[in-house]
Structure formats: C-alpha cells, structure tokens
T-cell receptor, first 114, second 111 residues
Framework: DSGVTQTPKHLITATGQRVTLRCSPR?????VYWYQQSLDQGLQFLIQ???????AKGNILERFSAQQFPDLHSELNLSSLELGDSALYFC?????????????FGPGTRLLVL | TQLLEQSPQFLSIQEGENLTVYCNSS?????LQWYRQEPGEGPVLLVT?????EVKKLKRLTFQFGDARKDSSLHITAAQPGDTGLYLC???????????FGDGTTLTVKP
C-alpha cells in the first residue's frame, strides 16, 4: 500500500459526458501528479500540482483540467469524453515540488467510455 | 528532451531462469527508480538508486545504476511466476524538476 488513494476504482460512462477522478496523496506529500495509461502507450504525464498550485504540465488535453485543494487532495476533471479517453488514470504523490523526486502511485481509476 | 529506452520490450521465460532488463538514456539523472506494475494496478516502487555505480539488492532482484548515471539494469535470479508484470524505470532530474518514465518491459514467467 503506497498510501495514495484514488476513487472511484472503475468508471463507465458515455461519450460526451464529464467525470471527476479523485486522489488523496500520502500523508506529508505536497505534490500530486496525474498520468494516463492506455493499452498501447506507456505512462503519459498529464499535470503536476504542488501545494495547491499548478507546477508542471504535460500532454494534457484542453478538455481535461485538474486542481489541488487546501487539504492537498486533487481532482482530475475530464469533459466531452471520447472513446479514446478510455484508459487507466493514475495519481502519484511526492514530498516536494521538484518533480524529480520519487513518486508513489495510487491504484488507479479505470475509465471506460462507451 | 530526456528519453528513457527500456529493453527488451517483452520477455517471456520459464520459471527458474535468470533475466536482465535494461534502461538506457543519453541524459544524466539525479536518481533512477524501478517500479513493477501488475495488470490493472498502479506501479509499485521497487528501488531508488542515486549514486553512479550503485548496486542494490532486493531478494532475488539486483539493481545497478551506471557509473555515469545514464543507465540502469535490473537482474532477476531464478524468476518466479509472481515476478510477472510490467517493469518501469523512471529517471529523475531534480535540476530540471522532472521525471521521465520508460515504456516498460513486460515480463511473463511461465510455471
């Protein structure tokens, strides 16, 4: 158990819909990272938040957004969903802001868009 | 752009065999992490190596960080079916403030 929690574990929705994925980092960690993992691709970095502020941006679509709240939990919002958005979404956390630190991953949310 | 290349991409072996997987880059990293990921689960951290030439052992797994801190290897002795999974390496560059993940090696150990 990494100490990172994610909900829900599974999510099935239709194209055009909007969903919210939730992540709670390990106790004491201030950074949260979001990744997308599709069957034919590796881990794709989406975005990083540190202590409530956006720190780094990766290949995140404009239809996707995220935020980190004062209690340090984070939410990833996916809107206007397309079939190709079906994937595993992972959250990871680390202690500092550097982005070059060891990251601890949550169990993931499996999203299926029908 | 920092790239991490992992090889082989796929590896299927019999229980009891030894294997080595590689993680290579032209970039220097502050540290390097190895993760194992089972289907449908999140990557689980196995080890972090920091010093060039460092060797760390975790039961039957031996991790080595290259002298120049650009590459790493993971050697598994007497593989077991429970070792099956996706092995990911991640290079951390604290100066650049980023981590780079390889695409992974999918290992299957057959009983």
């Amino acid at each position: 158990d990494s100490g990172v929690t994610q909900t829900p574990k599974h999510l099935i929705t239709a194209t055009g819909q909007r969903v919210t994925l939730r992540c709670s980092p390990r106790s004491g960690d201030l950074s949260v990272y979001w990744y997308q993992q599709s069957l034919d691709q590796g881990l794709q970095f989406l975005i990083q938040y540190y202590n409530g502020e956006e720190r780094a941006k990766g290949n995140i679509l404009e239809r996707f957004s995220a935020q980190q709240f004062p209690d340090l939990h984070s939410e990833l919002n996916l809107s206007s969903l397309e079939l190709g958005d079906s994937a595993l979404y992972f959250c990871a956390s680390s202690v500092g802001a550097g982005g070059g630190e060891t990251q601890y991953f949550g169990p993931g949310t499996r999203l299926l868009v029908l | 752009t920092q790239l991490l290349e992992q090889s082989p991409q796929f590896l299927s072996i019999q229980e009891g065999e030894n294997l080595t997987v590689y993680c290579n880059s032209s970039s220097v990293f502050s540290s390097l992490q190895w993760y194992r990921q089972e289907p449908g689960e999140g990557p689980v951290l196995l080890v972090t190596v920091v010093t060039g030439g460092e060797v760390k052992k975790l039961k039957r797994l031996t991790f080595q960080f290259g002298d120049a801190r650009k590459d790493s290897s993971l050697h598994i002795t007497a593989a077991q079916p429970g070792d099956t999974g996706l092995y990911l390496c991640a290079g951390a560059d604290t100066n650049a403030g980023k981590s780079t993940f390889g695409d992974g090696t999918t290992l299957t150990v057959k009983p």
